[in-house]
């Protein structure tokens, strides 16, 4: 089974946003989405830094919310994004 994990904090609008199109990709692919909170659970942000080196090469140099991982290939993308493309992303 695939396995993503997204790494969002709790007020950001961008990831408000992408929360509906997470559900939408679930439902329609039964793709597993971890949703890690980081801005108030240092757990998860510690979870969000190790993956550092993966995430900063894609993502402008920086940890930012929201950003999707796949654990098991270091393959990030970042941002607010339509459907498609997120859908695009967690089917490869």
């Not at 550092?52 to 796949?70: H, N, S």
């Not at 290939?73 to 607010?80: H, I, K, L, R, T």
């Amino acid at each position: 089974m695939l396995r993503k994990i997204m790494f969002h904090g709790r007020e950001c609008p961008h990831c408000k946003a992408m929360m509906p199109l997470v559900e939408k990709l679930i439902q329609e692919t039964g793709i597993a989405v971890e949703r890690l909170e980081v801005w108030h659970d240092e757990k998860n942000a510690d979870l969000m830094r190790s993956f550092r080196p993966a995430i900063a090469a894609k993502c402008g140099g920086q940890l930012r919310v929201p950003t999707f991982i796949d654990p098991d290939a270091s393959d990030v993308m970042c941002g607010e994004v339509p459907y498609e493309t997120l859908k695009a992303w967690a089917e490869r």
